[in-house]
Every structure is written in structure tokens, then in C-alpha cells.
């Protein structure tokens, strides 16, 4: 049993509109990734600091653990 050809549909996003939006995105693809100032991952350089998720996540926690341990210093 063979199945039916299928007909060939109209794209519906036309072909420059599309060309467009790769060529808009490829310059973010291609520029080096920065790497994490701590463990060397691939990071992003959100918030000034070129930390990767995983390092960045570490450092929010370790001041919220040195807030709480303030007061009961005092």
C-alpha cells in the first residue's frame, strides 16, 4: 500500500521575512560565549559579573546564608 502524495503547501511565513530573522539572530550565536570567572563554564554576563548559573546561584545563596547569620552574631 502506498500512501497519497501529499500536495505542496505555501509556507506561511514569507522567504525574506525569514531570511531576516536568521540573519538577525545569527550575530548573538556566533560571538564567543564568555566564560564563568569561577569554575569556567559558559556564562552570561548578567549583572556585570561573567558567572555561570551555577556559580551565580552559589553567590545568592552564600549572602542570604550571611544575612540570616548577622543577627545572631550580635
Known amino acids: 500500500m502506498r500512501r497519497k502524495a501529499q500536495p505542496k503547501l505555501e509556507p506561511v ?3 525574506e521575512l525569514l531570511e531576516q530573522a536568521k540573519r538577525s539572530i545569527s550575530p548573538d550565536r556566533l560571538t564567543k ?3 564563568c570567572s569561577v ?3 559558559e556564562a ?3 549583572g556585570g559579573e561573567p558567572l555561570c548559573w551555577v556559580c ?3 553567590k545568592i545563596s552564600a549572602w ?3 544575612e540570616q547569620q548577622m ?3 550580635e
Open 56 to 58: 551565580r546561584r552559589l
Open 44 to 46: 552570561s554576563d548578567a
Open 13 to 15: 511565513v514569507p522567504k
Open 64 to 66: 542570604h546564608e550571611g
Open 33 to 35: 560565549a564568555a566564560k
Open 39 to 41: 569554575c569556567g563554564a
Open 71 to 73: 543577627p545572631a552574631q
